[in-house]
């Protein structure tokens, strides 16, 4: 499988499947409560930054390290609620 950030001017060839995924289309749940682990792979996947972790989630991910600061998060959850 190939993996394509930007597709507008990639050729596509009869046959060829294309599957389109999107972040922040909605989802369930409360935000707050979603696994850090989970918002960090969206963050190293470029699906959103850290700043929109921190934001919609309550995650804080360390941007050099692109790990979970678990003891931010806990501070930012409980600051929100």
């Known amino acids: ?8 001017a990639f050729k ?3 046959d060829d499947v294309v ?3 999107t972040g922040a289309g909605g989802g369930w ?9 989970l918002v960090l792979t969206d ?5 959103i ?5 921190a934001k919609t989630y309550g995650v804080v991910v360390d941007a050099s390290e692109h790990s979970v600061d ?3 998060t806990r ?3 409980e600051s929100i609620r």
């Not at 963050?43 to 699906?47: A, D, M, P, W």
């Not at 930054?49 to 972790?53: H, L």
């Open 29 to 37: 749940g409360v935000a707050f409560e979603r696994d850090p682990e």
């Open 43 to 47: 963050v190293r996947n470029e699906f």
């Open 75 to 77: 501070t930012t959850r």
């Open 1 to 8: 499988m190939m993996r394509v950030r930007k597709i507008s």
């Open 49 to 53: 930054t850290s700043n929109e972790a």
């Open 12 to 14: 596509l060839v009869k």
């Open 70 to 72: 678990y003891e931010g």
């Open 19 to 21: 599957s389109i995924r």
